[in-house]
């Protein structure tokens, strides 16, 4: 946990206390990043665990106010962790778009097109409901005019889908300053799962003699 916030920190997902990180800490308990803390800085004795219900069971800051966020991502979509960030790039095409497209191959990660969560005040269950709704059947969301949202198995995993995000959403900036960008068509989405499947993208295996190539 205190490693995962650094490292968002680090990559400038993170400044100063915006943005908070969650993982599921057995079957019925959620460890949490205490509200007010520098991400940067977090140190293991600082994170707080509470139960499936938020109250506190174990250290001595109170939670983030995104609880019931993360708590909801949990309970509806059965997640590992979860990551929420005031990332830069996400953060700035919330406040535009309604949708960022799926422009490149990689964001099929995060479930193809990310949906923009309708504005709410921070902490509320309005907000709260908003995301839930927009994460269904996808891993990723920004959140309007506030920033973004990755959940996966594991804190590891939903770092790297924040760096992700946060990556897709600089390509698709720099590509719309320059012109109109084209987004992946279904067929196009669909060879790729085909093709990833064929090839296990993603992970290095070993390297068969004479053979070449690489996507
Ligand atoms: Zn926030």
Request: glycine share 10%; hydrophobic share 45%; net charge negative.
């Amino acid at each position: 946990m205190a490693h995962a916030c650094r490292r968002l920190a680090a990559d400038g997902l993170v400044i100063g206390t915006a943005g908070n990180v969650s993982a599921r800490a057995g079957e019925n308990e959620v460890a949490v990043s205490p509200t007010g803390a520098v991400l940067g800085e977090l140190e293991p004795e600082d994170v707080t665990v509470v139960d499936m219900e938020g109250e506190v069971v174990a250290g001595d800051l109170e939670p983030t106010s995104e609880l019931d966020l993360h708590l909801g991502v949990y309970r509806r979509y059965d997640a590992g962790a979860v990551v929420h960030t005031h990332a830069p790039m996400a953060t700035a095409l919330s406040c535009v778009l309604d949708e960022l497209p799926c422009v490149h191959y990689q964001m099929l990660l995060l479930g193809g097109a990310v949906p923009v969560a309708r504005y709410a005040t921070f902490g509320t269950a309005e907000l709260a409901n908003s995301v839930l709704d927009a994460l269904e059947g996808r891993s990723a969301a920004l959140m309007a005019n506030h920033g973004a949202i990755t959940h996966a198995g594991d804190v590891h995993a939903a770092v790297e889908l924040s760096l992700l995000l946060e990556w897709a959403c600089t390509v698709y900036w720099r590509a719309a300053a320059i012109g109109s960008p084209r987004t992946l068509d279904e067929d196009q989405r669909k060879a790729v799962v085909s093709a990833a499947l064929k090839r296990g993208y993603g992970s290095t295996k070993p390297a068969e003699r004479g053979t070449k190539g690489d996507g």
